[in-house]
Each structure stands twice: as C-alpha cells, then as structure tokens.
T-cell receptor
Framework: AQTVTQSQPEMSVQEAETVTLSCTYD???????LFWYKQPPSRQMILVIR??????QNATENRFSVNFQKAAKSFSLKISDSQLGDAAMYFC???????????FGTGTLLAVQP | GAVVSQHPSRVICKSGTSVKIECRSL??????MFWYRQFPKQSLMLMAT?????????EQGVEKDKFLINHASLTLSTLTVTSAHPEDSSFYIC??????????????FGPGTRLTVL
C-alpha cells in the first residue's frame, strides 16, 4: 500500500528565511507523482508544486522547490524568502499506478514569524 | 484558474436528518470529482470517487447508504449525509479534475463544508 509520512507536525520560520519541510513515501509503483498542497486558515487546498517520479530534475515554482531523492523515497519542500502568507498547513501527497487517488500525509503546520 | 465551489459552507442539523452538500466546478467540466473528509488537525481522507454519469466508487470503510454521492453533470456532484449523527460532524471537502487521471490531471479543491450534527 502507498503511504506518505510527514514527521514534522509543526515548523516555524522567520520571515525572509528559508525552511524545509520533510516528506517520505513508500510505493511499489514505478510510475508515480508527488505533490505538495497548502491549506491556509481558510481551509482551501492549493496545489503548491508537483513532481513526476520519472523526472530527475527537481520541480521549482518561484520560491518553492523540492528535493526529490527517488532512491531514498524522500520529497522535501523548500520555501525560500518565507512570507507571512506562507503560514499554513502543508500536505505532501502521492499517487500512481492503479490507485487513481491522492494519498495525503498527516501535514506540517508552518508558522512564519515576523 | 479553475474554481470549485461548495454549498453550504457551514451547516448545523439535528441528529437523524439528512444533509446535502453541493460541489460545483465553475469554469471547467469535471470528469471526475472526489469527496474527502477531514477531522480537526488531521489529514484528508478520501471517501469516494465519482465519475459523471456513473456510480461512485467508495473507499473501504465508507458506508455507501449513509453517504450518497451523485455526479449528475460535468459541473455538479452532491454528497448527501443520510440520517446524520454527531459522529458524522466533520469538514467535508470536494475536488474536481478535468480528466480521469489523478496523476496527470490537477485536482482543484473546493473550500469545504463544515457539518455539525447536534
């Protein structure tokens, strides 16, 4: 079965600093996708970044980038130049193969200190 | 960007009554819609997947007769919680995507509905 693990329930970062959120996953699929979603206090889920497992190049979206280590089954999210609006719950998720559904991790609550 | 709405945003009902939650894709046609349940400070748990015009596929442990899902059109899916009880109180989130592949088609999420059963 596919599993996604986020070992950091809470993280804190100073405004303008960089923070990395950890995520590990387990899958037997050879073709899968990994995602980071943001859930701010409004509860609206927003896609932050997506990585195809077959791509070696790490995905980047403006201040957000990932460190995808396929052999280690690790998929961390780096947020650079943190802003107050980045404060939210961040969920790592994966999908792939016959399981046409997203499997979410337990989330990391990120606080941004001014 | 693609927008998904949910109605109502909050609902309070008495135990034993039924509640319907609507999920609409406002500017795109959604081949597939998903319903999730989220308990406080917890992750999203997939309840069911629905494709337009066909029966929903429920996850293990989700009661089909209690959580009725209808995906009548490419822009509307409804979740009806029948004979609601206090343990059904939760935050319900829907999502929609244009195609049938979770991997390649982006899921757009609704803002959620908070259900409180007294």
């Amino acid at each position: 079965a596919q599993t996604v693990t986020q070992s950091q329930p809470e993280m804190s970062v100073q405004e303008a600093e960089t923070v990395t959120l950890s995520c590990t996953y387990d899958t037997s699929e050879s073709d899968y996708y990994l995602f980071w979603y943001k859930q701010p206090p409004s509860r609206q889920m927003i896609l932050v970044i997506r990585q195809e497992a077959y791509k070696q190049q790490n995905a980047t979206e403006n201040r957000f980038s990932v460190n995808f280590q396929k052999a280690a089954k690790s998929f961390s999210l780096k947020i650079s130049d943190s802003q107050l609006g980045d404060a939210a719950m961040y969920f790592c998720a994966s999908t792939g193969g016959a399981t046409n559904k997203l499997i979410f991790g337990t989330g990391t609550l990120l606080a941004v200190q001014p | 960007g693609a927008v998904v709405s949910q109605h109502p945003s909050r609902v309070i009902c008495k135990s034993g009554t039924s509640v319907k939650i609507e999920c609409r894709s406002l500017d795109f046609q959604a081949t597939t819609m998903f319903w999730y349940r989220q308990f406080p400070k917890q992750s999203l748990m997939l309840m069911a997947t629905s494709n337009e015009g066909s029966k929903a596929t429920y996850e293990q442990g989700v009661e089909k007769d209690k959580f009725l899902i209808n995906h009548a059109s490419l822009t509307l899916s409804t979740l009806t919680v029948t004979s609601a009880h206090p343990e059904d109180s939760s935050f319900y989130i829907c999502s929609a995507q244009t195609g049938s592949s979770v991997s390649t088609d982006t899921q757009y999420f609704g803002p959620g509905t908070r259900l409180t059963v007294l």
